[in-house]
């Protein structure tokens, strides 16, 4: 049977997270360079990269690195040079947007597509796998139909993400940071628009809704519906986070290696992708990390449950409802035990997010040095577990991959093997006299040889193929096992298994039909959608057959430009899509969504397309 290889593939926005994403059981690992990261406060040096690729291939875990903002021409060298570095210290793939990147002198190491790429058709990800992209990484928004349409054509490795922070256009379509700070997403520098305050007035004036977070969505969660999205084609699960502390990445990674490596156990087909088993001391629960609620996210199409108007914040893990306001103490009605400095938060009645810190928690009595103006009834959330981040700031798991030893011994004294999960072996001679022992020694042999300390093998047997009862001192066991583990350490990192950047399938057939394929479907006339800012980029697209290409809005004033291009839809939220619901709109379209500083952004909805798009009101 042959096997899919499935990867959970973490974040890592620092060294420490790196490690921590491969300790708790990370089969790859993305992490920004120091330069042209779609997260620019999230960069990092080639030596620390160069440490994480280090560490991690002893696992055979992957270093992904992010290299996917669009570029400028004077970057481009510099761009050529980051990725010859990142190239000789070891890094397995590059997450790239910009398609000059494919004509330029880089070295052989592979490409994948980001999800900035705005990868949402089967069209666009056959065009990507022609040119050569070894993996692709799916827009957030599709279903499994749509996923599993993809996958069914085309031959590339899908990447979709499972976990974290959701953008509510679609990716590498967003504008409107750039057009109102002067922030570009595409480069790095999102001003996190979508998290704002807006009121939502319809053409009279007439407000529809105040002060809310009308674009603001929950967290994705999709641990329920990963066997789902393996039998429809996904091979790599991608945790969002690369902005996000270490406990994040350390509990968030342990969840849905736990929920991946059940179904495994029983899904013969599919097999991990890399090696070593992760040992928890803690339980994993990923509401107690960072998020905004949860949503499956479009998965099965559209619902209701995808928004977070009420706060951009995180709310954490709900613990209970608020039974009794005393003087001094709250009760609390519920299940959850409570710590001295937990954090608590609530909705208010004018849902606005509200939030303590317990000064003394008794059983389900709170004790707080400041009582909130909170009533019974309400649900209390807990946003900061103390007993849970403590226990995340302290070793949390250890990776460990299986090995046995076979000692056997010859003539002139003994040859020791270490081999390890994956059949990688390590073999030495050892001169020695053949010592008679006059009792049993197996067992002293065997605990010897069964000590690995703080090395990353775990011994599941020891052989002994001896002549008779040999007695060999502890001391010189000891060192051959430390020299047979360095040595096995050396040979995983000769026989690491590399993979090599694919060579164009299509090119030359692109150039010589019509262009169907480009990004922009079946019109060969780029607009500034293409995300078009150097002259490579543009050469590129005209040799596949592109008659026009229009510089990206970065270049240029984005006048009249749709800035916004959703999924989430503000008329089918309010119950008033003309397609699914029935009832109709007592506001007059066309609406607007006010921010706090008075610009105001009409919307229009693309019934055609399932969209909502934001337009600057000029």
Not at 251 to 264: H, K
Not at 267 to 289: N, Y
Not at 588 to 609: H, M, S, T
Request: positive net charge.
């Amino acid at each position: 049977m042959k096997q899919r290889s499935i990867e959970l593939l973490a974040p890592a926005r620092n060294l420490e997270c790196g490690i921590e994403a491969v300790n708790h059981g990370a089969d790859a690992v993305y992490i920004g360079a120091s330069r042209f990261g779609a997260r620019s406060s999230a960069g990092n040096t080639v030596e620390d990269i160069a440490r994480l690729v280090e560490y991690a291939h002893v696992f055979r875990v992957r270093v992904y690195v992010t290299v996917n903002t669009i570029l400028k021409d004077d970057e481009l060298v510099d761009t050529e040079r980051l990725i010859w570095q990142l190239y000789r210290v070891g890094v397995d793939a590059l997450i790239v947007q910009d398609v000059a990147l494919l004509d330029m002198d880089l070295p052989p190491i592979p490409l994948h597509a980001s999800t900035q790429m705005d990868n949402r058709t089967l069209e666009k990800v056959g065009w990507l796998s022609g040119l050569g992209f070894q993996q692709v990484v799916l827009a957030r928004e599709l279903s499994v139909e749509e996923i599993n349409r993809i996958h069914q054509v085309c031959p590339v490795p899908l990447e979709v993400f499972v976990h974290g922070a959701l953008c509510v256009s679609f990716s590498g379509q967003c504008y409107v940071s750039q057009h109102c700070f002067g922030r570009s997403a595409n480069r790095g520098e999102c001003a996190q628009f979508c998290r704002l305050k807006f009121d939502m007035v319809d053409s009279d004036g007439r407000v529809i809704e105040q002060g809310r977070h009308l674009l603001s969505l929950k967290d994705m969660n999709r641990s329920g519906e990963l066997e789902e999205l393996l039998d429809a084609g996904v091979s790599s699960f991608k945790i969002e986070g690369r902005l996000k502390d270490v406990s994040y990445v350390k509990n968030v990674t342990a969840y849905y290696r736990r929920r991946l490596d059940e179904i495994l156990k029983r899904r013969p087909e599919f097999r991990r992708a890399s090696s070593g088993e992760a040992r928890l001391l803690f339980e994993p629960c990923v509401e107690k990390s960072f998020n905004r609620g949860f949503t499956r996210y479009y998965l099965h199409g559209r619902t209701r449950d995808v928004l977070s108007p009420d706060t951009p914040k995180s709310i954490g893990e709900r613990v209970g409802t608020v039974k009794e306001v005393r003087k001094d103490c709250l009760v609390v009605s519920g299940v959850s035990r409570f710590a001295n400095g937990d954090g608590l938060c609530f909705f208010d009645e004018q849902r606005r997010l509200q939030g303590f810190r317990i000064n003394r928690g008794e059983n389900n009595r709170l004790y707080l040095t400041d009582m909130p103006a909170v009533k019974p009834h309400t649900v209390l959330y807990r946003n900061f577990d103390q007993d849970f981040e403590r226990m995340l700031s302290r070793p949390s798991a250890e990776r460990k991959m299986k090995a046995s030893w076979c000692l056997a011994e010859v003539p002139a004294g003994y040859v020791l093997t270490l081999t390890d999960e994956d059949g990688v072996r390590a073999t030495r001679f050892f001169e020695s006299v053949h010592e008679e022992a006059r009792t049993s020694q197996a067992d002293r042999i065997r605990s010897q040889l069964m000590k690995t300390g703080n090395t990353p093998f775990l011994v599941t047997g020891v052989e002994l193929r001896l002549s008779g009862e040999r007695f060999i001192p502890s001391s010189l066991l000891a060192e051959w096992r430390r020299t047979l583990i360095e040595s096995l350490l050396v040979a995983r990192r000769v026989n690491y298994p590399y993979s090599y950047r694919n060579l164009p399938t299509e090119f030359t057939r692109l150039q010589e039909k019509k262009i169907k394929e480009l990004p922009e479907g079946t019109n060969p006339r780029l607009t500034y959608l293409a995300n078009v800012m150097n002259r490579k980029a543009e050469e590129v697209y005209r040799r596949m057959g592109a008659v026009s290409v229009e510089p990206a809005l970065e270049c240029r004033e984005p006048s009249g430009a749709v800035l916004m291009f959703c999924k989430h839809c503000l008329r089918y939220t309010m119950g008033w899509c003309p397609r699914q619901n029935r009832e109709q709109s007592p506001f007059r379209e066309p609406y607007y969504l006010v921010a706090a500083d008075g610009r105001r952004f009409r919307l229009v909805f693309d019934c055609r397309n399932c969209q909502m798009k934001v337009v600057a009101d000029e």
